[in-house]
């Protein structure tokens, strides 16, 4: 390593050689290449999903009458991987044998209500070449592509409680070809989330600066005529928000009735919300770890915390990395049989607690939008012109807890881009 003053250590093994060189990030919290003791996840392509499903007698039954529904002689293992599964669309296996997606049979059901079933699709292989042709084609336009939904890729993801389907997302193909044309083709990257929302958050001054600027990027929109929302993130709190709502009618009467006599008015609305409010699912999700590591299946029997608490630190003067992993061995089955037990109660938990923090996330991004005459999942009006301002200054945390403003950030930014595209 140049300019580092260490070198590779031939004598020593890559691990050996790893740790060392890890030292060397000043991050106390990864002095050492050691996983959890919880399950990761892990990949799977479908050819791999065939190897799995075959040493499962009912599975193995189930994936050989799927097949011979149109290989009716192939009964074997290698004929199932190289004669079948190559002359499908990707995603066909998964869609029969893993989840329901994309069903033939709607059952009736609207089709709002169909969630990720009715999103998700499979694409013949014949078909995706054809696609693929058209993207690849140097005078494809992408203003006239209107593919929407997602189209399984053939491969999941699973930590033996989650799975994880891997889709291409067809307008995502059109975000990045939009990038491509000139910047006379493109629509303002202020107010279009056309092509994409992860690379275009400009700072405004440098944006908007006189009333012509406006007018531009607004055309037929008076400056007094649009909604501010500005937000401010932080470690107290997740978000902080002021709107300026620039004219109102006034305010509605107890049967939802505006006033005959338009009143031109401002309406200016701050907002907070504590960090400690969101965490609540978390904080529960904490206290009920911590009182499962305390309790003992019999009286001779140690606790998850008691293992947890003997084992030599990682950090610190005293750090012992070799005593550690040595240490660990001994207790390996009881820790794995906590966190990856076969009632995956450690995950079930922790998965709760997950997607209650999303529906906190959601409602303040519901109430956010509100504010400015929005909601999420419903794209914005023509007529509401809004502009929403993160403010990306930069801060210090000095709180145990890690800060949740950089994961409201994205998690809003994605989830407006759908109310203010255009």
């Not at 629509?187 to 009333?211: A, D, F």
């Not at 006033?259 to 200016?268: D, M, T």
């Not at 005293?318 to 990856?340: C, P």
Request: with cysteine; aromatic share 10%.
């Amino acid at each position: 390593m140049n300019g580092c003053g260490l070198e590779i250590d031939d004598g020593k093994s890559a691990f050996e050689n790893f740790i060392v060189f890890n030292r060397m990030n000043r991050n106390s919290r990864k002095i050492v290449p050691l996983s959890t003791p919880m399950n990761h996840f892990v990949t799977f392509s479908e050819r791999e999903l065939v190897s799995l499903f075959w040493k499962r007698d009912s599975l193995k039954k189930w994936m050989l009458e799927l097949v011979q529904k149109t290989i009716l002689s192939c009964e074997s293992y290698g004929g199932i991987q190289d004669s079948w599964l190559s002359g499908q669309a990707p995603g066909t296996l998964i869609q029969h044998l893993l989840a329901d997606v994309n069903p033939d049979n709607r059952d009736g059901r609207p089709r709002r209500k169909q969630g990720y079933r009715d999103a998700i699709t499979t694409m013949s292989l014949d078909d995706a070449k054809s696609h693929l042709a058209i993207l690849r084609n140097p005078n494809f336009d992408p203003r006239n592509y209107h593919r929407k939904g997602y189209v399984l890729t053939g491969s999941i993801s699973t930590d033996g409680f989650r799975l994880n389907l891997y889709a291409l997302k067809m307008k995502e193909l059109l975000a990045v070809r939009y990038r491509r044309l000139p910047e006379a083709v493109l629509p303002p990257r202020l107010t279009s989330t056309v092509g994409g929302t992860n690379s275009y958050l400009h700072e405004i001054r440098n944006v908007v600066k006189t009333k012509e600027d406006v007018s531009q990027l607004w055309p037929g929109c008076p400056p007094e005529k649009i909604k501010i929302l500005c937000l401010d993130l932080g470690q107290a709190f997740v978000v902080a928000g002021y709107v300026l709502l620039p004219e109102s009618n006034g305010p509605a009467d107890k049967k939802g009735k505006k006033p005959q006599i338009a009143v031109a008015q401002v309406v200016h609305h701050n907002f907070s919300m504590s960090q400690k409010a969101v965490y609540q699912p978390m904080f529960k999700f904490r206290r009920w770890a911590e009182q499962r590591k305390r309790s003992v299946p019999d009286d001779s029997t140690p606790s998850i915390q008691e293992l947890e608490s003997t084992l030599p630190p990682l950090r610190g003067p005293d750090a012992n990395f070799a005593g550690y992993v040595q240490q660990l061995k001994m207790v390996e089955g009881r820790l794995s049989d906590f966190y990856n037990g076969a009632n995956h109660l450690y995950k079930s938990h922790a998965w709760d607690a997950e997607r209650a923090m999303h529906e906190e996330f959601l409602a303040i991004a519901d109430r956010l939008l509100k504010s400015v005459g929005g909601s999420h999942g419903v794209k914005r009006d023509p007529n509401n012109m809004v502009v929403i301002v993160f403010g990306l200054g930069e801060f210090g945390s000095h709180s145990r807890l890690s800060s949740l403003h950089s994961k409201f950030q994205v998690f809003f930014r994605d989830l407006v881009s759908a109310f203010c595209r255009q």
